[in-house]
């Protein structure tokens, strides 16, 4: 069977690592490149039309879940057979890319994620605060658990779906948050998915997306009381 890759991009405000992003995506992987800007104040827009990929975009900042939507929404109409969410602020090595995508077409896993939490050390080495590491083991731990799945991280911004899984979800339901991530692997678990992983190393900079100690917080929060939920519609 030939797969249809199509990576697209959530982007917000991506100016400063857009083109190191593309250009580290290797040649060949993927069939289309989209990018769904979310209302960015920058030059994000600008760049990407330059940089030749399809751009679609939100008039107005309407958030991070939001904008995973409508890339997953685009893909599909699309006719994506394998669809990569890659975040375009250069955290997340876009190489590694066809190792994801290869687990997909083998028919191992239905789903993939590229997981930074492998030793504390690589963490703490890449950059990652200590807070953040530590909140991200702890959170992914409680999540597994609840799950039962065997993940390296929950949180992570690089993954790539099969288009059967994508279609079998609600997403357009869920949060328009940075809680949907969550809510869609809840959501996976709960349909059996397979759904696997593999290393990634951590790249902090300054230029770099990332929520700030406050919004981890709340963001914190709001994955306990979904994992909650969860948890009781188990029951």
């Known amino acids: 069977?030939?797969?249809?890759?199509?990576?697209?991009?959530?982007?917000?405000?991506?100016?400063?690592?857009?083109?190191?992003?593309?250009?580290?995506i290797p040649q060949g992987i993927a069939h289309e490149?989209?990018?769904?800007?979310?209302?960015?104040?920058?030059?994000t827009v600008q760049l990407a039309k330059t940089l030749r990929l399809t751009l679609f975009q939100h008039t107005i900042n309407r958030g991070y879940?939001?904008?995973?939507?409508?890339?997953y929404t685009i893909a599909l109409d699309h006719h994506a057979s394998i669809v990569v969410i890659l975040h375009p602020d250069y955290q997340y090595d876009p190489r590694l890319i066809p190792h994801l995508v290869d687990f997909i077409k083998?028919?191992?896993?239905?789903?993939?994620?590229?997981?930074?939490?492998?030793?504390?050390?690589?963490?703490?080495?890449?950059?990652?605060?200590?807070?953040?590491?530590?909140?991200?083991?702890?959170?992914?731990?409680?999540?597994?658990?609840?799950?039962?799945?065997?993940?390296?991280?929950?949180?992570?911004?690089?993954?790539?779906f099969s288009s059967k899984v994508l279609r079998s979800v609600p997403y357009e339901t869920f949060s328009d948050d940075f809680i949907f991530a969550t809510q869609m692997l809840f959501a996976l678990s709960k349909k059996g998915f397979r759904i696997g992983d593999i290393?990634?190393?951590?790249?902090?900079?300054?230029?770099?997306?990332?929520?700030?100690?406050?919004?981890?917080?709340?963001?914190?929060?709001?994955?306990?009381?979904?994992?909650?939920?969860?948890?009781?519609?188990k029951q």
């Open 1 to 24: 069977m030939k797969h249809k890759v199509i990576i697209v991009l959530p982007a917000y405000n991506a100016e400063k690592t857009l083109v190191k992003t593309i250009r580290a």
């Open 33 to 43: 490149i989209i990018l769904n800007d979310d209302g960015s104040n920058d030059r």
């Open 65 to 71: 879940g939001a904008n995973q939507k409508s890339c």
């Open 106 to 160: 083998e028919g191992y896993f239905d789903v993939m994620l590229g997981s930074r939490i492998r030793t504390r050390k690589e963490a703490l080495a890449g950059g990652m605060p200590m807070y953040k590491y530590y909140a991200n083991r702890s959170l992914t731990l409680i999540q597994n658990l609840v799950s039962g799945q065997n993940l390296g991280e929950w949180h992570t911004g690089l993954h790539a």
């Open 199 to 233: 290393p990634v190393p951590v790249r902090y900079f300054a230029e770099a997306s990332s929520i700030n100690f406050r919004d981890g917080i709340r963001y914190g929060i709001l994955t306990l009381l979904e994992t909650l939920k969860y948890l009781l519609r």
